[in-house]
């Protein structure tokens, strides 16, 4: 079991570029998320899916989208990326089983410059 | 108010001491609770869940959730400078959508030897 996987590791984009964050689980979760989190501050729900062609936004949404065609995968589109686009961004699936335990992907850190 | 609180720390403790980290949520409704541990420059990861009222304990660990109160804390026995991480803590809070969890800024421990 790999786990919660999360490609790549490193990325800096210029500004107006985009680029597609990837992530995906081999645990048959049916839930998971995105989230950003800058500097000193906590994680913040970009957005989430609670199965295969259901996506939702979270708190901070605009500039990012999602889609989620299987159960596995769940890939984080930037459009037109922007220096408050810098972050470290994690990955998380959890079961439907109702405990809500998130586990998390390794991460990916984009600079946007 | 914000959803869930934590004490912002820096909190210091020499090795072999008990940590107290402590965290308040805004729903008494709540019913799913969980700390994280995340290393500088790494994912967070799960290291205690938390759905009844009192203590649960695992190993050092030892995590106790008071609803009344809307309190939540991890207490870490015989501290070791391994445990030097920030520590975030999570909640399910009632009415939001299923799976959905709520994070607090995180507590930075560090334990000197």
């Known amino acids: 079991n790999a786990g919660v996987t999360q490609t790549p590791k490193f990325r800096i984009l210029k500004i107006g570029q985009s680029m597609t964050l990837q992530c995906a689980q081999d645990?048959?979760?049916?839930?998971m998320y995105w989230y950003r989190q800058d500097p000193g501050m906590g994680l913040k729900l970009i957005y989430y899916?609670?199965?295969?062609?259901?996506?939702d936004k979270g708190e901070v949404p605009n500039g990012y989208n999602v889609s989620r065609s299987t159960t596995e995968d769940f890939p984080l589109r930037l459009e037109l990326a922007a220096p408050s686009q810098t972050s470290v961004y994690f990955c998380a699936s959890s079961d439907r089983g109702g405990t809500y335990e998130q586990y998390f992907g390794p991460g990916t850190r984009l600079t946007v410059t | 108010q914000k959803e869930v609180e934590q004490n912002s720390g820096p909190l210091s403790v020499p090795e072999g001491a008990i940590a107290s980290l402590n965290c308040t949520y805004s729903?008494?409704?709540?019913?799913?609770f969980f700390w994280y541990r995340q290393y500088s420059g790494k994912s967070p990861e799960l290291i205690m869940s938390?759905?009844?009222?009192g203590d649960k304990e695992d190993g050092r660990f030892t995590a106790q959730l008071n609803k009344a109160s809307q309190y939540v804390s991890l207490l870490i026995r015989d501290s070791q400078p391994s445990d030097s991480a920030t520590y975030l803590c999570?909640?399910?809070?009632?009415?939001?959508?299923?799976?959905?969890?709520?994070f607090g800024r995180g507590t930075q421990l560090t334990v000197w030897p």
């Open positions: 938390i759905y009844s009222n």
């Open positions: 999570a909640v399910n809070l009632r009415g939001s959508t299923l799976g959905r969890l709520y």
């Open positions: 645990m048959n979760h049916n839930y």
């Open positions: 899916s609670v199965g295969a062609g259901i996506t």
């Open positions: 729903d008494r409704g709540s019913q799913s």
